[in-house]
């Protein structure tokens, strides 16, 4: 089970290192489950020094398929790794719908990212009016395919979907579980790998998520930013 937080732009670098000593005090209440913390950039050196000698990993929230080259505000894997960084989330829905993300480009931020070493988690969803015409199926068979066309089987190791359906990104809203299993199902047909739930994930619902078969773990957005409630949903990770 992995449980990741993405920290979104919250957290300058003295305030992670402050909850990465927190979370490194409290490292033995995470036993049973592969915790990552996914600080903005800016965070990511002081994340790294604080967790170092644990068993908490730093990812990225974005990395660039190149490794080095004329692109403006862009970060690349062996830039991350050079910092101690070992994955980085893609294609998360706030990067597809505010920064211009296409599948085209997630794809190729997926290739750079297994291919320069980091582990990944890439992130696919439906969005409300999406799933109202009856689409999900129908988009996540092509955001998850282009995906695939691009991954090395020798690098399936270091690979994770997360499922994010936009509309319960942030919103309170998370989907049935129900839901997310035949979400979960359905990505895994196309491309077996892990798949992380992730969409307004709590420590009250966590438990019921993390229990159905084809749910590997979470992605945790709002609820990580807090160091209770993102222990708790660790926990639940390892009990599920
Ligand atoms: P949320 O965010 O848990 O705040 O809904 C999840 C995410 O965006 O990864």
């Known amino acids: 089970m992995l449980i990741a937080g993405n920290w979104k732009m919250y957290k300058g670098a003295s305030e992670a290192a402050e909850f990465c000593a927190r979370l490194r005090d409290r490292e033995s209440e ?15 050196h002081h994340s790294v020094a604080v967790l170092a000698g644990t068993s908490i990993a730093v990812f990225a929230q974005n990395v660039h398929w190149a490794t080095e080259g004329p692109y403006t505000g862009e970060v690349s894997a062996p830039m991350l790794r050079e910092l101690g960084v070992t994955g980085a989330i893609v294609a998360h829905s ?45 988009v996540l068979r092509r955001q998850v395919e282009a995906l695939r066309t691009v991954v090395d089987e020798d690098h399936l ?11 319960a990104i942030g919103t309170g809203r998370t989907a049935a ?60 990770g390892a009990t599920a």
């Open 30 to 44: 995470l036993e049973g489950t592969d915790v990552v913390v996914c600080p903005p950039y800016t965070s990511l």
């Open 94 to 138: 706030e990067r597809r719908q505010l920064f211009a993300e296409t599948d085209e480009t997630s794809a190729l931020r997926v290739e750079g990212a297994l291919e320069g070493g980091l582990s990944v988690i890439a992130c696919v969803g439906e969005t409300e009016d999406e799933r109202e015409a009856g689409e999900t199926e129908s």
């Open 177 to 236: 579980p129900e839901q997310a299993e035949e979400a979960h199902e359905l990505i895994k047909s196309i491309l077996d790998a892990p798949v992380l739930y992730g969409g307004s994930v709590k420590p009250d619902n966590a438990s019921e998520l993390l229990s159905q078969r084809n749910v590997d773990g979470a992605l945790v957005g709002g609820a990580s930013l807090e160091l209770d409630s993102f222990i708790e949903i660790c926990r639940a």
């Open 157 to 167: 190791d270091r690979l994770a979907l997360a499922y994010e359906p936009v509309w």
